[in-house]
């Protein structure tokens, strides 16, 4: 199967972005982690800042929290909004959201109709950034019944450490460290269709010419949408431009 960067109905025309990103970039010079190697720059901060924004959700559960700099982009982007946060070491944060509930158990382990109003898991956005099996994940929200998710680490058919849905759309099948973990196969690609509305990968900010693994950013090896900031943006804050390198073509995805 040929690698797709959009599927479904698109919710978004991101015409708003260029005017969006200078209230992004003014809330991102206020942020409580200023060195967040190993975890969300600008790059996809504002894509999670957008998405929450549009989708404005009633809760918000977030996989994979680290120093917690996405904690608090959701906090600022849903004010109101129930936030749920999981990941096993949760000592490493250094932003901690006193309204925020915090979780060590895996998302699959969490008895969501404990926490959740049983009408609200349609308003509910999932985010992973956990590194896991992406059609795992798919199989877990839909037998908890929900319909929004954003997957951060979506990556590239040769490149990183989980089964995104990039790699399940593409039919490569993953291996990691050299083990064949899962073999190509278009099954996965044709289940997780049969089962979405909307998957939109988000587009880069600004495109350098390498890659985050240091290679040439082609087309053959990296189908990617164009880059949307404007070079009056790009000059007004150049840190998008430095962390453009972080990329790892993020996404939304709708289940029906
Ligand atoms: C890339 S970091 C997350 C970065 C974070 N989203 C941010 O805002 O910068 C990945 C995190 O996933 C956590 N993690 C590993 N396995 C997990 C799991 N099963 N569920 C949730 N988090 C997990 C790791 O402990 C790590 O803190």
């Known amino acids: 199967m040929k690698e797709i960067l959009n599927y479904g109905k698109q919710l978004w025309d991101f015409k708003d972005v260029n005017s969006m990103i ?21 790059t996809h901060l504002f894509w999670t800042w957008y998405v929450a924004k549009k989708i404005h959700p009633e809760n918000i559960i977030e996989s994979g929290v680290f120093k917690g700099q996405g904690t608090w982009i959701f906090r600022q982007a849903c004010p109101n909004a129930n936030i749920f946060s999981i990941d096993p070491f949760l000592d490493q944060r250094k932003y901690i959201d006193k309204e925020t509930m915090y979780f060590t158990e895996d998302f699959s382990m969490i008895e969501w109709e404990k926490y959740l109003k049983k009408d609200s898991f349609e308003n509910t956005l999932v985010f992973f950034d956990d590194h896991q099996n992406a059609y795992m994940r798919m ?23 989980c089964y995104s849905l990039k790699k399940i759309f593409s039919g490569c099948g993953f291996s990691h460290d050299g083990i064949n973990e ?35 950013w082609d087309e053959s090896n990296y189908p990617t949408e164009n880059s949307i900031l404007a070079q009056e943006k790009l000059e007004k804050h150049p840190a998008v431009k430095a962390e453009a390198g ?9 289940l029906k």
């Open 22 to 42: 200078d209230k992004f970039m003014e809330l991102y010079e206020s942020r409580p982690v200023v060195n967040n190697a190993g975890g969300m720059s600008s």
């Open 246 to 254: 972080g990329y790892t073509w993020i996404c939304y995805v709708k």
């Open 139 to 161: 199989q877990q929200l839909k037998w908890q019944g929900f319909f929004h998710a954003m997957f951060e680490d979506n990556y590239p058919v040769k490149q990183g450490d």
């Open 182 to 216: 899962i073999p190509p196969n278009d099954t996965h690609a044709s289940y997780v269709m049969k089962n979405i509305e909307t998957y939109t990968t988000l587009p880069p900010l600004y495109k350098p010419e390498k890659t985050r693994w240091g290679d040439v």
